[in-house]
């Protein structure tokens, strides 16, 4: 997915590539879209405008900004009362969110993950890979696809919020592991907002993981439940206690360094996006292309 070439060691690129996918590439984000339709619709919200609430805002505004402009730009687009919601959002997802990208990290590089997956694959033939876009918030989805008008897709604050705490979660966790700022921009923003989401968009969630390796499809799965039980028991319920952003964790997002490095990503970036058609299309579909059909198989 990235538009550049950069430095980078074979070790060095298995655990950002595994790790990516588990967090905000596949996994975290299909945690975070459940989490926040489910507590949209219970708080009131209609279920077409809570799936424009979180997928269409992720992949459509959020997705837009980022990969022009970098993840601060999100924030800076925002009107100071919304910026008040995007803190106090960011603010309680940003540790949770760690949490479970330090666990994902050290379960690949210790080799638990790859095992995982072996494993797994070797059940195949007792226990293949169910479907992920069978639930009532995904038939929904598929009416709100239909209808959809780009510009009138909503800019959600607290969405934002959310998103980009895990994303930088998942930065801030590279960093710490020694990975270099060109890989952690390309394993944990790029690909993202550039390669992932587009697919999001286009036909929903299963479109997007399935077509990923067994490795990201498999690993996908098991964490994405992880990030959705985090944000729900521990974010959530704190934005809902009152408890207010903290302005370290804020002001360290404002002046992280990847801006920056993220700044000449965007100045590399090419003038053309991925295109990949809706239900129905077969654009970007075909030999070379999009899968439309999924299935798992022993591999043993």
Not at 293 to 299: A, M, N, Y
């Amino acid at each position: 997915g990235s538009p550049f070439t950069f430095a980078t060691t074979l070790e060095s690129e298995y655990k950002s590539d595994i790790y990516g996918e588990r967090c905000i590439l596949l996994g975290a984000v299909h945690g975070i879209v459940e989490s926040l339709f489910r507590r949209y619709t219970a708080a009131g919200m209609g279920e077409e405008q809570a799936f424009k609430e979180t997928v269409e805002c992720i992949t459509g505004p959020i997705t837009k900004i980022i990969s022009q402009q970098g993840i601060r730009a999100v924030y800076d687009s925002l009107g100071a009362d919304d910026k008040k919601v995007f803190e106090q959002a960011y603010s309680a997802s940003f540790g949770p969110a760690l949490d479970i990208c330090y666990e994902i990290y050290e379960d690949v590089a210790c080799g638990n993950e790859i095992k995982s997956v072996v494993n797994a694959g070797a059940r195949f033939d007792r226990f293949p890979m169910g479907k992920i876009d069978g639930t009532r918030m995904w038939k929904v989805g598929e009416k709100v696809r239909a209808k959809r008008v780009e510009s009138d897709i909503p800019m959600n604050p607290f969405t934002a919020g959310v998103y980009c705490a895990t994303m930088m979660a998942q930065i801030e966790c590279l960093r710490a592991k020694g990975h270099a700022y060109s890989e952690i921009c390309n394993e944990s923003i790029i690909e993202a907002v550039d390669s992932l989401n587009p697919y999001m968009h286009a036909r929903g969630v299963a479109f997007m993981v399935d077509n990923c390796s067994y490795t990201a499809r498999l690993g996908s799965r098991k964490w994405a439940p992880r990030f959705d039980y985090i944000l729900e028991q521990q974010a959530y319920t704190a934005v809902d206690e009152g408890v207010p952003a903290d302005s370290e964790t804020i002001q360290n997002f404002i002046n992280d360094p990847v801006h920056d490095a993220m700044a000449v990503c965007c100045d590399l970036r090419p003038s053309v996006d991925i295109s990949v058609g809706g239900a129905g299309s077969d654009e970007g579909v075909g030999v070379g292309g999009a899968r439309t059909e999924f299935r798992s198989v022993k591999t043993a």
